[in-house]
């Protein structure tokens, strides 16, 4: 998650710098992108969806809903 905030904030850098801190900015992309830490990112967000999906399906969708629900108020508190 780092890595990704880390991008971000290299991304507004990299716009003030020119066309040499944007080329410098696609390499860091591509080394996030290629990063163990990125992959396990990915693959988190893989496993929680699928979760969600399964969990949709075996209770007719009651329990997704909920999750959304509550998700969505998280992120509102935040």
């Known amino acids: 998650m780092l890595a990704v905030i880390g991008f971000a904030v ?13 080329n410098q900015l696609v390499k860091a992309w591509e080394t996030i992108q290629t990063s163990e830490e990125f992959a396990a990112m990915i693959e988190t967000g893989r496993d929680l969806l699928t979760s969600a999906a399964r969990q949709a399906f075996e209770t007719g969708g009651g329990v997704l809903a909920g999750e959304v629900k509550g998700a969505v108020g998280r992120l509102r508190a935040a």
């Open 10 to 22: 290299g991304y507004v850098v990299g716009c003030r710098a020119g066309q040499d801190g944007l």
